[in-house]
Each structure stands twice: as C-alpha cells, then as structure tokens.
C-alpha cells in the first residue's frame, strides 16, 4: 500500500431533489493511477469539484498529505498541489499556446521565459508543443497537452483527469498514458475518469466504484474484465449490444460534391465530399476532432445550406433547405455540444423536447403548444432512455453530462427519422448506458432507417457501422466496409495517412 496522498472521509453533498454524494470515503496514495468509476449521475463530477474546490461539501473531510484540506476555491486548491485538466477544454482559441497557459497560471514568468519552460516540460513528458502557436490552429490532442502542461508547470501533487481520451485518437492516447506513468513514477498521483474500461483496466491500480452517490465497491481494475467493471458501476449484469438481421434498401441520403466553408474561423471547410447511405445502413465516419464533424452535421441537418443537388433525401434535393423543412421530411439529427446546441441549457426538458419534436409529434395546435401531449412526449423519452432526473420540467443544465446526452439522443430516436445524423452519441455516457444507445441506433436501422454515426470512438464505430470513412482537414477518405479493417488501419486513416492502401482521400 502506497503512503496516502489524499484521504477522503465522509464526504455529502446534497442538491435540491438529489443527494449527489453520500458518505464517501477512500483514499489515494501518492505516486497511485487511481480511477474513479460510475454510471452518469453516480456522483463523480461532484467529488472531484469537492476536490478541487468548486464545490463545498455540505458535510465530512478531508486530508492531503495528513493535514486538513478544505479548499475554498480552485486558486487554493492549485496552491495545494491539486490540478485538474477538464473534459471540456478551457483555451482561449485566438491566444497562442503560451498565453492560454500564463492565464491559467498564479504568477505566471516573463513570455521568453515561460516559452522556454513549455518546450522544457513538453519534451520532458514527450508531449511536443510549441509555445507561439495559435490555438485556433491546434488539434485536440494538441489542444489537450496545453491544458495538462498548464497544470505540470505548477508541480502538482494530485492530477485529476476527466474523461481525458473522449477526443484523441489511438496513437495520441498512447502518447497520453505514457506520460501519465512517467508522472506516476516521479510522485504524482493521478484520479482518473472514464467510462473507457479497457483504459482503466490498461492504466490503473485501483479503481473506486460510486453508484448513486454511495461508494459501493473498490477493486484493483488489472483483475477485473471490462464487464466485471462495468457490473459493478450499475449494480446488475446488462446484455451486450446484439445485431439485428437486415437488408439495405434504397439511398436513402445522397451528399455529392459537399462544399461548404466553415462558419466558425477557427473551423474546417468541407472539401468535395461524396456519399451515399441506403435504408438500414449504418455509415460510420470517424476523425480527429477538428477535421470537419461539426461541419459535416451542420450541413447533413440543414444549419449550414449549399447548393440544393449537394445533399439530396430520397431522390429530392434539400442542401438549401434550412433545419426545420429537413426535420419534417424526416432527416434528424443530434449534434455533438449538448449543452448549448442539442439543448438549451436554462430551458425544461419538456421545452427542449419542443424544440426539435415540435413538427413531428404535433405538439402544436393552433399555433399554441400543447403542454401535456409536450410533457408526455418528454417523459416517454425520459422512461426509455433511463435519463435520471427529478422530471421532465427540470432544466437541462441540471442534468449530468451523460444523463443529457441519453435524452438528446433518445428524443430523436423516438421521432421514427428517416434518416438519423448524429455526433459522438456516447460521449461521456457509462458503459451500460452507451451499449442502450448503440443498441437503439441498431434498432432503427433494423428498422429501416438510413444511420451517419460521426464519432472518435473507434470501438463505437467498429460495433455499430456496416461501412466506414475517415473525416481529415474537411475531406473525407474512401468509405470501406468496416469487416476486415483493423483498430490500427483506422486510426491511421483519422490520423491523415492518406497514401496507405486504406485510406485513398481525392487531392
């Protein structure tokens, strides 16, 4: 047993409606790569921002290094040697990669100092990074190194890590991990997030488990198989996701030629892009974040119009109609940015059920929104996507990541589409819930429905696709069948290697 970094006693945090945390207890030990485990809305996002400062505790301790720690904000919790590296990324995307890094600093050193300490520490962890460059300009994986050379420089005690490789691809998480252990090895103690099981099972030595906002088990990942784990964190057994047989119809969704150029600046044009996808297929399209995915849905759903005969529905061109005449036909979509773009945060569910399902349910009538049929709609999709929530008139931002995500993706679901684009539909979502999804997309194809999965996980997209292509700088590579294409070839190909036999992407 490691000597104790930080020990942790009878933390409780209760929230109006729900108790997130629940007499929690555990302790990691310095130098320890400890994950921390649970379904969406177990507790996890709590107990770290107790950890970090964010939050108070409403009862309970804790200790660092034996001494009573009780942070009243991050700038303490830093001061005490805790850094923490976010899912979503804080960068500032016109800044260069040393600005960012002396904003998330205490008492950030001179700029040709600072640089110079950046190139020192990047090549130190094998995590390359030049100082001058514009973050706009910098991949995700890129992206992420800046946040965790942030924390490195202020010599932390405890990193804490959530759901770090959601947006890197194979080669980059391999990159991360060995970083990680050569911080393990110097003292560092890591918590670590995931709902990536095998990555737990590959990086950790400890895992503690929550399961509604209780610690119900503590093992050592290495012993465990991925199912074991993911058992553990929902309390029952849950059957894999299960192919059903089927027959491709007709083209349902044709794209040819797809131009567009992105609204964002900081974004990425889409570059003569052709596909087709037949009733009951499932089109799998991977990449490295930043390559084109937000823009491809964009203009699959009608937020970015082209040229009519660019995107065409069953033989009819739609590129130039906008969301709402596409959501009619029949062509759904769910977006990647829950919070903000698939749902508005201060909004109920029952609003944001209107939102997009306004047309298709009939839930207006007259020209005034019926409220109960509205509310009855939310709550279907809230019982069939297991969205744990107080109600349906609970605001979205209340909700935890993967509890949204179930909802957003569930709310299209069950609006029959006749065609289905969607974004990384399990991201941040636990091991159960992301099979319930999956198996849903499955479902409709089986169906008949024509399926874009747009997603960085390579194991999603090799269970749910019939035929995959790769997104790089706005272009998208040859679609293949995904029968017979390795994890390895595939990342390849989101990695840019267009001269492989794999991966043939037109100049």
Same mark, same amino acid.
């Given at each position: *047993?490691?000597?104790?970094?930080?020990?942790?006693?009878?933390?409780?945090?209760?929230?109006?409606?729900?108790?997130?945390?629940?007499?929690?207890?555990?302790?990691?030990?310095?130098?320890?790569?400890?994950?921390?485990?649970?379904?969406?809305?177990?507790?996890?996002?709590?107990?770290?921002?107790?950890?970090?400062?964010?939050?108070?505790?409403?009862?309970?301790?804790?200790?660092?290094?034996?001494?009573?720690?009780?942070?009243?904000?991050?700038?303490?919790?830093?001061?005490?040697?805790?850094?923490?590296?976010?899912?979503?990324?804080?960068?500032?995307?016109?800044?260069?990669?040393?600005?960012?890094?002396? @904003?998330?600093?205490? %008492?950030?050193?001179?700029?040709?100092?600072?640089?110079?300490?950046?190139?020192?520490?990047?090549?130190?962890?094998?995590?390359?990074?030049?100082? %001058?460059?514009?973050?706009?300009?910098?991949?995700?994986?890129?992206?992420?190194?800046?946040?965790?050379?942030?924390?490195? @420089?202020?010599?932390?005690?405890? $990193?804490?890590?959530?759901?770090?490789?959601?947006?890197?691809?194979?080669?980059?998480?391999?990159?991360?991990?060995?970083?990680?252990?050569?911080?393990?090895?110097?003292?560092?103690?890591?918590?670590?997030?995931?709902?990536?099981?095998?990555?737990?099972?590959?990086?950790?030595?400890?895992?503690?488990? $929550?399961?509604?906002?209780?610690?119900?088990?503590?093992?050592?990942?290495?012993?465990?198989?991925?199912?074991?784990?993911?058992?553990?964190?929902?309390?029952?057994?849950? %059957?894999?996701?299960?192919?059903?047989?089927?027959?491709?119809?007709?083209?349902?969704?044709?794209?040819?030629?797809?131009?567009?150029?992105?609204?964002?600046?900081?974004?990425?044009?889409?570059?003569?892009?052709?596909?087709?996808?037949?009733?009951?297929?499932?089109?799998?399209?991977?990449?490295?974040?930043?390559?084109?995915?937000?823009?491809?849905?964009?203009?699959?759903?009608?937020?970015?119009?082209?040229?009519?005969?660019?995107?065409?529905?069953?033989?009819?061109?739609?590129?130039?109609?906008?969301?709402?005449?596409?959501?009619?036909?029949?062509?759904?979509?769910?977006?990647?940015?829950?919070?903000?773009?698939?749902?508005?945060?201060?909004?109920?569910?029952?609003?944001?059920?209107?939102?997009?399902?306004?047309?298709?349910?009939?839930?207006?009538?007259?020209?005034?929104?019926?409220?109960?049929?509205?509310?009855?709609?939310?709550?279907?999709?809230?019982?069939?996507?297991?969205?744990?929530?107080?109600?349906?008139?609970?605001?979205?931002?209340?909700?935890?990541?993967?509890?949204?995500?179930?909802?957003?993706?569930?709310?299209?679901?069950?609006?029959?589409?006749?065609?289905?684009?969607?974004?990384?539909?399990?991201?941040?979502?636990?091991?159960?819930?992301?099979?319930?999804?999956?198996?849903?997309?499955?479902?409709?194809?089986?169906?008949?429905?024509?399926?874009?999965?747009?997603?960085?996980?390579?194991?999603?997209? *090799?269970?749910?696709?019939?035929?995959?292509?790769?997104?790089?700088?706005?272009?998208?590579?040859?679609?293949?069948?995904?029968?017979?294409?390795?994890?390895?070839?595939?990342?390849?190909? *989101?990695?840019?290697?267009?001269?492989?036999?794999?991966?043939?992407?037109?100049?």
């Amino acid at each position: *047993m490691k000597d104790t970094l930080l020990e942790i006693k009878g933390l409780t945090k209760a929230y109006p409606g729900v108790v997130a945390n629940s007499d929690v207890s555990f302790r990691i030990g310095k130098g320890e790569v400890h994950a921390l485990l649970g379904e969406n809305g177990a507790g996890k996002s709590t107990l770290v921002k107790m950890i970090y400062g964010l939050v108070k505790p409403d009862s309970g301790r804790m200790a660092l290094n034996g001494a009573d720690y009780a942070p009243a904000d991050p700038h303490a919790a830093r001061a005490s040697g805790v850094a923490m590296v976010f899912q979503h990324f804080s960068l500032f995307e016109a800044l260069s990669v040393a600005e960012n890094v002396a @904003l998330g600093m205490e %008492d950030p050193p001179k700029p040709r100092d600072l640089a110079r300490q950046i190139r020192e520490v990047s090549e130190t962890y094998g995590l390359p990074l030049d100082p %001058d460059r514009t973050v706009g300009g910098l991949s995700a994986g890129e992206r992420q190194r800046v946040e965790i050379i942030r924390c490195l @420089l202020q010599d932390p005690r405890l $990193l804490i890590m959530d759901e770090p490789t959601s947006v890197l691809t194979p080669q980059e998480v391999e990159i991360l991990f060995q970083t990680l252990r050569k911080l393990s090895a110097e003292g560092t103690a890591i918590l670590y997030i995931s709902h990536k099981l095998e990555e737990i099972r590959s990086l950790c030595e400890t895992a503690t488990i $929550l399961r509604l906002g209780k610690v119900v088990d503590t093992c050592d990942p290495r012993e465990a198989s991925a199912r074991e784990l993911a058992e553990m964190m929902v309390g029952s057994s849950f %059957d894999p996701v299960q192919r059903e047989a089927k027959a491709f119809g007709a083209v349902r969704l044709k794209v040819s030629g797809l131009s567009a150029k992105s609204p964002g600046e900081f974004g990425t044009s889409l570059k003569d892009i052709s596909f087709e996808v037949r009733a009951g297929e499932v089109l799998g399209i991977g990449g490295v974040a930043g390559n084109g995915q937000d823009e491809l849905l964009a203009a699959l759903s009608g937020e970015i119009v082209t040229a009519a005969d660019m995107v065409s529905f069953d033989g009819t061109p739609v590129g130039a109609q906008g969301p709402e005449a596409r959501r009619k036909a029949g062509v759904l979509s769910a977006p990647e940015e829950r919070l903000g773009h698939a749902a508005a945060p201060d909004m109920s569910l029952t609003e944001n059920a209107v939102l997009t399902a306004a047309a298709r349910q009939g839930l207006m009538r007259g020209g005034f929104l019926d409220w109960p049929k509205a509310r009855d709609f939310a709550e279907r999709v809230i019982e069939a996507f297991d969205v744990r929530t107080p109600g349906p008139g609970t605001a979205a931002r209340a909700l935890s990541g993967g509890n949204l995500q179930k909802f957003v993706i569930g709310r299209e679901v069950m609006q029959d589409p006749q065609v289905l684009v969607v974004n990384q539909p399990t991201w941040g979502v636990d091991a159960a819930a992301a099979a319930a999804i999956r198996q849903a997309l499955l479902h409709l194809a089986a169906q008949g429905t024509a399926l874009v999965v747009i997603s960085q996980d390579l194991d999603e997209l *090799m269970e749910v696709a019939d035929r995959f292509g790769a997104l790089n700088e706005g272009r998208l590579s040859e679609i293949r069948p995904v029968q017979g294409l390795t994890v390895e070839q595939i990342g390849l190909m *989101m990695g840019g290697a267009h001269d492989m036999e794999v991966a043939h992407v037109d100049a």
